[in-house]
């Protein structure tokens, strides 16, 4: 079929688009036009398969052409010339509107897609031609995608406006800043005069450094300014201007670079500096591997995180020379001492990376409590070796969560000295238990016992105890107390007397007198505060945290208790066991001490035990895991004796059964006697309850 065809070389066929019809002449595939008679073809407005046996990527000097595959109408000569003269007319004006936003003019092919170099991201570090432009078939239209992840820049454009687009919807079309190409006759550079001269003499730039680095002049409002000129492999890339009043301006629409930037090539070693004449006073100094930043420092650090690299476009010098920068293993930022210094200082190292980053440290002025803020006032008013020396002594720059011992010598001189406060660790107030447990500001301790024993009771009296030594303050979250009960039970052991008439505690003794009701109401106010839930829900370990975390900057408080751990909210994600959300919660509990300095006291009950015999549980005992030994930092089991057989049924066991900190304390066990009466504790041999 397709042979008889072919005899009919003249056959008028009817040829179809989208939107109309042409009437043509077919052509067989030996008389195939090429792209570039253009003017004589009108290409269907679907993506076409190759039209003859020769390859569809046809390779240009602009980029790479394909065509897509889809079902193909063969091209026919259009009889109408006034048509051919409006296409012709259209890819014209669409060339020079590609060219205005940075793509470039070529000799496209409509209907085809072309790859090419994105002007907006370059192609990355390899070049990659990831651009796909698509000239529509009737050349009006222009649409362009970067497939390159970093980039993904896409827009399109029309020839003449109000004519219809088979696109529906267009993004609206970026515009892309043409670098422009400079050259010292261009901008009429000149060489330096000597007012000049005297300027950078005056601050010991000396005349083969102002040479060595192309510093010309030019002519600006009939005055001569300086113009340090950028150069990348020796080509003039930017320029840079400041007139007597210390005006800057640069040359618009060039590539911002380093200035310097050839000094670093295959640097492994490089200086950063703040501005122009600080490169050159680093040169003065012995070091040519400096550059500076064109731009100068921002007011403060940016609280965004690091933009990508096509839309970071204030540090877009430092993407510009990466090829240069990448190389260097150490990088010293000698930013200017002011807040915009440190701040620029923290942004390079934001995206250089400050682990091969460095700082430095600018010399204090004598008889005065100010620094030297810049390269240049060393280097004029102490000389070159002040300079050398500066950098010389940089020092690593600080990465959050690194650290070396150098970082806390005061911390650890503090501590040997025992200058720092309780650091060694405060009195419980029991001459009998300070042997074995100590309180250290930070630590968590975990206190268990069987039901019944005294534990919240012996919380109870050692805050007390350190609220009388030392003045401590405590946050309570205590959900198995009523804050009546809990407040009358601190307000006995701090007056030392029954809250009601004695009798109701089967023993005789004068209750609290209104005057010392009224005292130990005050007390407690001033010294302890609650952490409860004002509804019927039960707190998790966040909530109670953050509750915390407000005490400590509101109150400041030294110590918190939670008790008991059975009566917080525990629900946890269903892939995560038990053991592994004790580990969680302790583990964020201990951060929280960590930080705030503050002393966290947790009573966990031990699972039930079927087949007890009296004696004191182990910390393995407590429901749950047994992290709640291993995370920490003391263990403590309180344990009440029951039997006459065993002793006065008054007599408390305290049972150190862990002590990380062996400056603390150590494993033992201490008694003590429980005043029922007034809730107090006493060393078992009838001494004070708190040291004198």
């Known amino acids: 079929m397709l042979l008889n065809y072919r005899k009919f070389l003249s056959l008028n066929i009817l040829m179809a688009t989208r939107n109309m019809f042409f009437k043509g002449t077919y052509l067989p595939r030996t008389q195939l036009l090429s792209s570039r008679t253009y003017s004589k073809l009108l290409f269907s407005n679907h993506p076409s398969k190759p039209t003859s046996k020769s390859s569809p990527f046809l390779i240009k000097s602009c980029g790479v052409s394909y065509t897509p595959h889809a079902r193909a109408y063969s091209p026919v000569e259009v009889e109408n010339e006034e048509v051919d003269a409006e296409n012709s007319m259209r890819l014209s004006i669409l060339n020079k509107k590609l060219e205005n936003v940075g793509i470039g003019s ?113 002519t600006h409002d009939d005055k001569d300014a300086i113009a340090f000129t950028y150069r990348r492999k020796g080509e003039l890339v930017g320029c840079k201007y400041r007139d007597e009043n210390k005006k800057f301006w640069q040359e618009s629409n060039t590539e911002k670079i380093l200035y310097g930037l050839d000094d670093i090539d295959g640097a492994t070693e490089i200086i950063i500096v703040e501005g122009e004449i600080d490169k050159l006073s680093m040169e003065e100094a012995g070091f040519r591997n400096c550059v500076s930043v064109p731009d100068g420092a921002p007011a403060s650090v940016s609280k965004k995180e690091v933009p990508s690299e096509e839309q970071d476009t204030k540090y877009q010098y430092l993407w510009n020379c990466k090829e240069y920068l990448e190389k260097a293993t150490r990088i010293i930022l000698a930013t200017d001492g002011d807040q915009p210094g440190q701040a620029l200082a923290e942004e390079l190292a934001r995206r250089l990376g400050r682990e091969r980053c460095w700082r430095i440290k600018w010399p204090k002025k004598k008889d005065d409590n100010e620094y030297y803020k810049d390269a240049n006032e060393v280097l004029a008013n102490l000389g070159p070796e002040a300079l050398r020396e500066v950098i010389d002594n940089a020092e690593l720059y600080p990465i959050q969560g690194l650290y070396s011992f150098k970082d806390f010598t005061s911390e650890i001189d503090a501590y040997y000295h025992q200058t720092l406060d309780f650091q060694l660790g405060v009195s419980t107030g029991w001459r009998c238990l300070n042997e074995f447990y100590n309180v250290v500001p930070g630590e968590l301790t975990i206190v268990t016992g069987v039901p019944n024993s005294g534990k919240s009771e012996w919380i109870d009296a050692l805050l007390c105890n350190l609220c009388a030594t030392v003045g401590w303050k405590f946050a309570l979250c205590s959900m198995e107390n009523k804050v009546r009960d809990h407040a009358r039970k601190l307000m006995e052991k701090h007056v030392k007397k ?53 005490a400590v900057q509101r109150y400041g408080i030294n110590g918190l208790v939670i008790d008991p751990y059975n009566e917080l909210d525990h629900q946890r994600p269903q892939f995560m066991t038990e053991t592994e959300y004790v580990s969680v919660m302790l583990t964020k509990v201990k951060r929280f001490a960590q930080f705030h300095s503050c002393h966290v006291w947790f009573v966990a009950h031990p699972r039930q035990m079927h087949n007890w015999v009296g004696g004191p549980p182990s910390l393995y005992d407590i429901s749950g895991s047994a992290h709640f030994i291993n995370k920490c930092d003391n263990g403590i089991v309180i344990h009440r004796n029951r039997d006459l057989k065993n002793g006065p049924v008054d007599r408390v066991q305290v049972c150190v059964r862990k002590v990380r900190n062996k400056v603390a304390g150590t494993i033992g066990e201490a008694f003590l006697s429980y005043d029922r009466v007034t809730g107090q504790y006493v060393d078992s041999n009838n001494t004070c309850a708190v040291d004198p």
């Open 106 to 218: 070529g000799d496209w092919n409509p209907g085809q897609y072309h790859g090419l170099i994105c002007p907006m991201c370059k192609g990355g570090n390899s070049g990659e031609k990831a651009l796909s432009l698509l000239i529509e078939h009737d050349g009006n239209t222009a649409t362009w995608t970067c497939h390159r992840a970093k980039c993904g820049w896409k827009g399109g454009l029309k020839a003449l406006a109000g004519l219809k687009s088979s696109y529906k919807k267009m993004s609206g079309t970026t515009t892309v800043k043409k670098i422009r190409k400079i050259t010292e006759h261009e901008l009429n550079l000149q060489p330096l005069s000597d007012p000049i001269r005297e300027f950078f003499s005056m601050r010991m730039i000396s005349g083969e450094t102002l040479r060595r680095n192309n510093v010309l002049r030019c």
């Open 498 to 550: 029954p809250f009601f008439v004695a009798s109701r505690y089967g023993e005789s003794s004068e209750k609290m007198s209104p005057e010392e009701f009224e005292q130990g109401k005050q007390w407690l106010s001033d010294n302890f505060y609650l952490i409860r839930c004002e509804n019927d829900s039960l707190p998790n370990i966040e909530w109670v945290l953050k509750k915390a975390k407000a």
